[in-house]
């Protein structure tokens, strides 16, 4: 079984920046795909990318040219680099790890004010 544990959210300003974090502990040997996805209020969870254990991406449109997932596999750790925020944006980011099952992390809170 694989833990993740996300961190890195907060509060910031349209056009400022966050890097997000996600640890990943546990069966990590079997992580093959990790992620980053995002639930704004009343909305679905969306994609926002996907990395593979040797590094090609797969980034929404709407985050494009702004938003950057990599990825330590020594560490077992997915990074997503969040540059010119949007108020549109701010959402619960998640990561996730496919191994023998999909699991989740708890989430961390994205807030970008106008």
């Known amino acids: 079984q694989v833990q993740l544990v996300e961190s890195g959210g907060g509060l910031v300003q349209a056009g400022g920046s966050l890097r997000l974090s996600c640890a990943a502990s546990g069966s990590t040997l079997s992580i093959s795909v990790m992620g980053w996805y995002r639930q704004a209020p009343g909305k679905q969870r969306e994609l926002v990318a996907t990395?593979?254990?040797?590094?090609?991406?797969n980034v929404a449109d709407y985050v494009k040219g702004r938003f950057t997932i990599s990825r330590d596999n020594a560490k077992n750790t997915v990074y997503l680099q969040m540059n010119s925020l949007k108020p549109e944006d701010t959402a619960v980011y998640y990561c996730?790890?496919?191994?023998?099952?999909?699991?989740w992390g708890q989430g961390t809170q994205v807030t970008v004010s106008s």
């Open positions: 996730n790890a496919q191994s023998y099952t999909l699991s």
């Open positions: 990395i593979t254990p040797g590094g090609s991406t």
